[in-house]
């Protein structure tokens, strides 16, 4: 599977936008993009899923570049309760098996 | 529609006992998959199950970890003669199939098991 990178952690204000990256320059074109968060002590939660195109749902956007090389997820109106630790994960659609979960981005909105 | 149910949800036991974590998949998901999170730590994969296999235990620890997804019934994470070393937050998953991707949602996580040994 493929190698994400993503910033350490993020601030946004309530309210607005929130917008996390995420570089998967070794991506193969059989790998999907999933993004999970965890919110604090609880398990993760799945947000989005995409393989080239974007995709939307009501939680969030996921804009997948052309090359595919990297993404965005878009937290539209981000609440005090999107806090979390968001992951990026790639993943071959023809797999069986288990999710790789890195560090991910601590996400802290403020208000 | 119940999702993922883990018990139970905090456990504490004694060093040297043993530890039985349960969890529950959702309806009509067969396969499993159990997680570690050590404090302060990313999430790291076990143990991936089908009713009454083991397909990937990869990242189980060699010795006093177990696991298994009988017929009927939940899925056991057993930890023999617990040390402190194993005190974390035991997450397990559940899908309806294995494949990723083309079959859409991805995993179900349950809450967690909260593991203390004292």
Redesign the interface.
């Given at each position: 599977d493929a190698k994400t990178t993503q910033p350490t952690s993020m601030d946004c204000a309530e309210g607005r936008a929130a917008n996390l990256p995420c570089n998967h320059s070794t991506i193969s074109g059989n790998e999907y993009v999933y993004w999970y968060r965890q919110i604090h002590s609880q398990g993760p939660q799945y947000i989005i899923h995409g393989l080239k195109n974007n995709e939307t749902n009501e939680m969030a956007s996921l804009i997948i570049t052309e090359d595919r090389k990297s993404s965005t997820l878009i937290l539209p109106h981000a609440t005090l309760r999107d806090t979390a630790v968001y992951y990026c994960i790639v993943r071959s659609g023809g797999s069986q098996g288990n999710l790789i979960f890195g560090k991910g981005t601590k996400l802290s909105v403020k208000p | 529609n119940a999702g993922?149910m883990q018990n139970p949800r905090h456990l504490v036991r004694r060093r040297g006992q043993e530890a039985r974590l349960r969890c529950s998949p959702m309806k009509g998901h067969s396969h499993v998959?159990w997680?570690r999170q050590l404090p302060e730590e990313?999430?790291?994969?076990m143990v991936?199950l089908q009713k009454e296999n083991i397909?990937?235990e990869s990242?189980m620890p060699k010795e006093r970890f177990s696991a298994e997804f009988p017929k009927e019934g939940p899925s056991i994470l057993r930890i023999q003669q617990v040390v402190r070393g194993d005190s974390a937050?035991y997450?397990c998953?559940s899908s309806y199939t294995?494949?990723?991707?083309?079959y859409?949602?991805?995993?179900?996580?349950?809450?967690?098991t909260r593991l203390t040994v004292v």
């Amino acid at each position: 599977d493929a190698k994400t990178t993503q910033p350490t952690s993020m601030d946004c204000a309530e309210g607005r936008a929130a917008n996390l990256p995420c570089n998967h320059s070794t991506i193969s074109g059989n790998e999907y993009v999933y993004w999970y968060r965890q919110i604090h002590s609880q398990g993760p939660q799945y947000i989005i899923h995409g393989l080239k195109n974007n995709e939307t749902n009501e939680m969030a956007s996921l804009i997948i570049t052309e090359d595919r090389k990297s993404s965005t997820l878009i937290l539209p109106h981000a609440t005090l309760r999107d806090t979390a630790v968001y992951y990026c994960i790639v993943r071959s659609g023809g797999s069986q098996g288990n999710l790789i979960f890195g560090k991910g981005t601590k996400l802290s909105v403020k208000p | 529609n119940a999702g993922v149910m883990q018990n139970p949800r905090h456990l504490v036991r004694r060093r040297g006992q043993e530890a039985r974590l349960r969890c529950s998949p959702m309806k009509g998901h067969s396969h499993v998959y159990w997680y570690r999170q050590l404090p302060e730590e990313g999430l790291k994969f076990m143990v991936y199950l089908q009713k009454e296999n083991i397909i990937d235990e990869s990242g189980m620890p060699k010795e006093r970890f177990s696991a298994e997804f009988p017929k009927e019934g939940p899925s056991i994470l057993r930890i023999q003669q617990v040390v402190r070393g194993d005190s974390a937050a035991y997450f397990c998953a559940s899908s309806y199939t294995g494949l990723q991707g083309a079959y859409g949602y991805g995993y179900t996580f349950g809450s967690g098991t909260r593991l203390t040994v004292v």
